[in-house]
């Protein structure tokens, strides 16, 4: 758990202090939803894989498969959400900064 901390913090840090470079960190959100999606995706495949767990599958219940898909569910809406609020306040940025260029 420590190592997660640490990356997070270390990544905080680079972006606090201007080490990524303008053209890098203009493509990280592509990275960080690519990532995610790789998460999900590597989750699903190691539930799916796991015999144990898919044996006692009838045992954990509806309510438990229904509470893990809900998560997720819930969190791929708001990385939609937060995707599309940040696409367009990113056009309202390059309209005004074109706006004040041509005035």
Do not use: C, N, W
Request: charged share 20%; aromatic share 6%; net charge positive.
């Amino acid at each position: 758990m420590s190592t997660i901390f640490l990356a997070l913090g270390a990544g905080f840090l680079v972006g606090l202090f201007g080490l990524v470079p303008k053209l890098v960190q203009d493509r990280l959100h592509y990275l960080s939803t690519g990532a995610l999606i790789l998460l999900i995706y590597t989750l699903g495949a190691k539930l799916g894989s796991d015999r144990k767990l898919m044996a006692d599958i009838s045992r954990l219940g509806l309510e438990s498969i229904g509470l893990a898909l809900s998560g997720v569910a819930g969190s791929l809406l708001l990385v939609f959400v937060y995707e599309k609020q940040r696409k367009a306040r990113r056009r309202r940025a390059q309209k005004s900064t074109k706006e004040v260029q041509e005035a």
